[in-house]
Nanobody, 127 residues
Framework: EVQLVESGGGLVQAGGSLRLSCAAS????????IGWFRQVPGKRREGLLC????????NYVDSVKGRFTISKDNDKNTVYLQMNSLGHEETAVYYC????????????????????WGRGTEVTVSS
């Protein structure tokens, strides 16, 4: 069974940075595209970034462009989300998931196009 585990969340001051990790078992990131999402309680899950098996990246929201970077290390079977210049709007639970496509990132950041969600890691941005 595919299992994804997010880590690296926590409490951070506004303007600070965090690096989230998504570690996989049951799959290899050499073959699959992985996306990062976030969700505030009561709101829809929002696609942020995706990285394909061939390292092609896709941004789904303009608000994180230039501040968030997705990357991966195939040897460690881990995908990362580097988040800089964090604001209060980034307070949420962050998830990673595998795309329904074999190796490519969908053009849309809809959660309906992803499977095998992790449990999430909480990020709280304080002032």
């Amino acid at each position: 069974e595919v299992q994804l585990v997010e880590s690296g969340g926590g409490l951070v001051q506004a303007g600070g940075s965090l690096r989230l990790s998504c570690a996989a078992s049951g799959i290899t990131f050499e073959d699959w595209a992985i996306g990062w999402f976030r969700q505030v309680p009561g709101k829809r899950r929002e696609g942020l970034l995706c990285i394909s098996s061939s390292y092609y990246t896709t941004n789904y929201v303009d608000s994180v462009k230039g501040r968030f970077t997705i990357s991966k290390d195939n040897d460690k079977n881990t995908v990362y989300l580097q988040m800089n210049s964090l604001g209060h709007e980034e307070t949420a639970v962050y998830y990673c998931a595998r795309t329904v496509l074999v190796s490519r990132c969908p053009e849309s950041g809809s959660p309906l196009l992803y499977y095998f969600w992790g449990r999430g890691t909480e990020v709280t941005v304080s002032s």
